[in-house]
C-alpha cells in the first residue's frame, strides 16, 4: 500500500492490517536482500535490533567516563544536573541553554532519583548519565529500523559518525539535549516523507524543547505539495509561534528574562546578527588541520553535500542547507557535535544513492525512478505509537517536573538561585557532586582570570585572551572574563587580535548583566563603541559611564570616561570638547600624564589659533616629562613642540634632538620619523600646527 496517495492515514494504525502485512512479510521491488519469506524477515528484524542493542551498550560505556566530565572541565555534569533541586542552577546557564528545558528537566528528575536521605553514589549518578545518553541512541535505532529497510547500513554509520564526539577537538561533550534533539529530527523527516504532516509537526514542537535547531524541520511544510501555499505558510508560522511562545512563557514563569531566539546569548534582535562568529568559523573551515570540520559525522556531512543534489531530495537538501546556515552563524564548527542531528538524514539519503549506484553496476543501468522511495519498511506503522508514546512519556515528565519546580519556586517567593539549599552527600569517589562542580568551576576561572592578568602584566596579549576564553567556556556569565576580553579586542595594540564585533558583543553582555550600574563596564563598551566606529554611542556611552563614576566616587573610572571622551572628540575634529575633557581629568588628577600631554599637544598644535597657548603648552609638557624622569620619547617630543609655538626655537631644536636619539634607543620608528620631520621644521624657525580638516 503507498501511504503517499493515502488520505486517511488513521487507517494505518490499525493493528490487524499490520498483523498482516507482517505475517505475509512482503517486500516491493528492489529489496537488497531479495527476501520474501516471512522467516527472513523476523530473522533480519531481530538481528537488526540486537546490532541496534549491541550498539546501545557500546555507547553506554563509553559515555559513561564523561559523566562529570573531562579534566579540568566539569560541564557535563553541571549542566545534567542543572534542574536538580540540590543545587539547582538553571540560571547559570547561558540564555540559549536556558531554553533546551525538556532534556534538562529530564536529566534533573532522573538525578533527584538517586538521592535517597540526602546522599547518592556517585557511580550509580555516572551509569545514570551513560544509560541516559544510550537509550535515547537506542529509541533512535528502533525508529530507523522500522522505518528504513536498510537500517543496519543506516545504523552502523549513525554510530560511526557519533564516535568523532569522543575527538578532543569536540570538547568531549555529551549534553541531556543533543541525542534527544536528533531523534525528533529524523522523526520529522520520517514523517514528512510519508506525508503524515500531523506526527510530523508533533514531533517538531516536541524536538526544538530539546534544543531550538530542531526548528530547521519545520522548513519542510513549505514543501508539502497536496496543501496551497496560504496553509504552507500559516503551518509554518504556526510551529514557529509554538516555539517562541511557548520557550517564552516556561522561562517566564521561572522568572529568567531572555529572548525568544537566545543564540549569542542575544538578548535582543540586533544580537542575533554579529559577524565575528562567522568570520572565525569561515577561517577554521580554510585552515587545514588532521581534526578538520570536512571529517565530521564519518565524512557523510561532505558526501551528501557532494551527491544528495537531486530534484526528490530538494526538501532535505534545503533543510541541510539551513541548518549548516545556522551553524556557522552560531555554532563552533570545531565542535563535531553540532552536526549530530542531520547525520541520519545524510546517512538515509546516501543509502538509496549507494543503492542506484550498486544495482546499476550490477544488472546495468536502472530506468528511470525504479529506485524504491528511501526504502520504506512495512513495518512503518508501529513507529507512529511509538512516537506518540515517546512524546507523551518525554514531555509528560518534564511537563510534571516543570510544575514542581514552579511550586517550589513559589514557596515563599524564593528564586531561582535559591532553590536548592539543601545539602546532598554523595557516597563515592566525589565529595558532594553539586558543590564539588561550583567550586572546581569558580577555582578554574579564577586560576584563569589571575594568568590573564599576569599576561597583560608582561605584555602578552594573546597569552590572555586564551585565558580569558577559557574562563568564558567554564562560566559563560562571567562579568571579568567578558570585560577583560572586550577590553583587549577592542584596545590591543596587535591588529591582529582586535576584533570590534566580539568587543562590542562582550561589552554589552557584560553591562546586561550588571544591569548598567557599573561605571567601569560602561566605560569598556564606550570604547568597544569607538572601536567600532559607532562614534556617536560612544560619546553617549561614555558619558553615562562619566556620569556613574562621579555619582559612585570611583576617580579612576571617571578619569578613564573623560579620556576616552577627549579620543572621540579628537576623531570628530572637536578639539575644543577634547580640551574640556582633558582640563576636567587634570581637576581631578593632577598627575595624569596622559591629559597632560595631550592637553599639551593641542594647545601647541591645534589649527584654530584661538585654541593654541605656548606657556601653558609648555607648563603641562614640562610637567609630564618631569613624572615621566624625561624617558618617554613622545613626551620630550611633545615638549619640543611647545618650545615652539611659545616662540623658544632654539629650546625646540635641542630638546627634539634629544626626543630623536631617545626614540631610536627605545627602538620606537615611527616616532623616531615624526620627530625627525618636526625637526627640520623647527630648525626653518617654523612652529607645527595641524591642518584644519571638516569634522565628520
Not at 364 to 386: D, I, K
Amino acid at each position: 500500500m503507498n501511504l503517499r496517495n493515502s488520505k486517511d492515514w488513521m487507517a494505518h494504525f490499525k493493528f490487524s492490517s499490520l498483523r498482516t502485512r507482517l505475517l505475509n512479510c512482503r517486500r516491493a521491488t528492489g529489496n537488497a536482500f531479495g527476501a520474501s519469506g516471512c522467516g527472513t524477515e523476523r530473522r533480519l528484524l531481530f538481528f537488526e535490533l540486537f546490532v541496534a542493542l549491541s550498539l546501545g551498550v557500546t555507547y553506554y560505556f563509553l559515555v559513561e567516563n564523561f559523566a562529570i566530565g573531562s579534566p579540568n572541565n566539569y560541564t557535563n555534569g553541571w549542566v545534567f544536573t542543572s534542574c536538580s533541586f540540590p543545587g539547582f542552577h538553571l540560571d547559570k546557564l547561558g540564555d540559549v541553554w536556558k531554553g533546551r528545558l525538556s532534556g534538562l528537566l529530564l536529566s534533573g528528575w532522573l538525578f533527584d532519583s538517586l538521592v535517597k536521605d540526602n546522599k547518592f553514589g556517585v557511580e550509580q549518578y555516572e551509569s545514570l548519565f551513560g544509560l541516559y545518553q544510550s537509550l535515547w541512541l537506542f529509541l533512535l535505532f528502533l525508529a530507523v529500523i522500522f522505518a528504513l529497510r536498510h537500517s543496519l547500513f543506516i545504523n552502523l554509520g549513525i554510530f560511526a559518525g557519533l564516535m568523532y564526539g569522543f575527538t578532543p577537538a569536540s570538547g568531549l561533550y555529551f549534553y541531556p539535549w543533543d541525542l534527544p534533539a536528533t531523534l525528533f529530527f529524523t522523526l520529522a523527516v520520517l514523517f514528512f516523507e510519508r506525508r503524515q504532516m500531523f506526527l510530523m509537526t508533533a514531533a517538531i514542537c516536541a524536538g526544538c524543547f530539546f534544543k531550538e535547531t530542531v526548528l530547521v524541520c519545520a522548513v519542510l511544510v513549505l514543501f508539502a505539495s497536496p496543501w496551497k501555499w496560504g496553509k504552507r505558510v500559516l503551518a509554518f508560522a504556526g510551529i514557529v509561534a509554538v516555539y517562541l511562545l511557548g520557550k517564552k512563557f516556561l522561562l517566564s514563569q521561572l522568572h529568567f528574562h531572555v529572548a525568544a531566539f537566545s543564540m549569542n546569548n542575544a538578548t535582543n534582535l540586533t544580537g542575533l546578527f554579529r559577524p565575528a562568529l562567522l568570520i572565525e568559523n569561515f577561517k577554521a573551515l580554510l585552515s587545514p588541520t588532521l581534526n578538520h570540520a570536512i571529517f565530521v559525522n564519518a565524512g557523510t556531512l561532505v558526501a551528501v553535500l557532494a551527491l544528495g543534489w537531486r530534484r526528490r531530495f530538494l526538501p532535505y537538501m534545503v533543510v541541510i542547507v539551513v541548518y549548516l546556515g545556522g551553524q556557522f552563524m552560531y555554532g563552533g564548527l570545531n565542535e563535531f557535535r553540532i552536526f549530530m542531528q542531520i547525520l541520519p538524514l545524510s546517512l538515509i539519503m546516501l543509502s538509496e544513492r549507494w543503492q542506484e549506484y550498486a544495482g546499476s553496476s550490477a544488472a546495468g543501468e536502472l530506468p528511470a525512478g525504479s529506485a524504491p522511495a528511501w526504502a520504506l519498511r512495512e513495518t512503518f506503522p508501529v513507529l507512529m505509537p511509538l512516537t506518540i508514546v515517546l512524546i507523551g512519556v518525554s514531555t509528560g515528565i518534564a511537563a510534571w517536573r516543570y510544575y514542581d519546580i514552579c511550586e517550589n519556586l513559589r514557596l515563599d517567593g524564593r528564586a531561582p538561585s535559591e532553590l536548592g539549599k539543601r545539602t546532598v552527600e554523595p557516597e563515592g569517589h566525589v565529595s558532594n557532586l553539586n558543590v564539588e562542580y561550583q567550586e572546581l568551576r569558580s577555582e578554574y576561572v579564577k586560576d584563569e582570570l589571575e594568568l590573564a592578568r599576569v599576561s597583560i602584566d608582561n605584555q602578552q596579549p594573546s597569552d590572555a585572551i586564551n585565558h580569558y576564553e577559557r574562563a568564558l567556556e567554564q562560566d559563560t556569565n562571567s562579568v571579568a572574563a567578558m570585560s577583560g576580553l572586550a577590553w583587549l579586542r577592542a584596545t590591543t595594540s596587535d591588529s591582529r587580535l582586535r576584533n570590534n564585533g566580539e568587543a562590542l558583543r562582550l561589552a554589552e553582555r557584560a553591562c546586561q548583566l550588571t544591569q548598567n550600574k557599573k561605571a567601569s563596564l560602561v566605560g569598556i563598551l564606550a570604547v568597544a563603541y569607538a572601536e567600532a566606529g559607532r562614534l556617536s554611542d560612544a560619546v553617549v556611552t561614555a558619558k553615562k559611564a562619566h556620569a556613574l563614576a562621579l555619582a559612585q566616587g570611583q576617580k579612576d573610572v571617571y578619569v578613564e570616561a573623560e579620556l576616552e571622551l577627549a579620543k572621540v572628540s579628537i576623531d570628530n575634529q572637536q578639539p575644543s570638547d577634547a580640551i574640556n575633557h582633558y582640563q576636567r581629568v587634570l581637576a581631578v588628577d593632577a598627575n595624569s600624564v596622559a591629559a597632560m600631554s595631550s592637553l599639551a599637544w593641542l594647545r601647541a598644535t591645534a589649527s584654530d589659533p584661538r585654541l593654541r597657548n605656548g606657556d601653558e603648552a609648555v607648563r603641562l609638557a614640562e610637567r609630564a616629562c618631569q613624572l615621566t624622569q624625561n624617558k618617554e620619547a613622545s613626551q620630550v617630543g611633545i615638549l619640543a613642540a611647545a618650545y615652539a609655538e611659545a616662540g623658544r626655537l632654539s629650546d625646540a631644536v635641542v630638546t627634539a634632538q634629544k626626543g630623536y636619539a631617545l626614540a631610536l634607543a627605545q627602538g620606537q620608528k615611527d616616532v623616531a620619523t615624526r620627530t625627525e620631520q618636526l625637526l627640520k621644521l623647527y630648525k626653518s624657525g617654523q612652529p607645527y600646527h595641524q591642518e584644519a580638516r571638516p569634522a565628520p
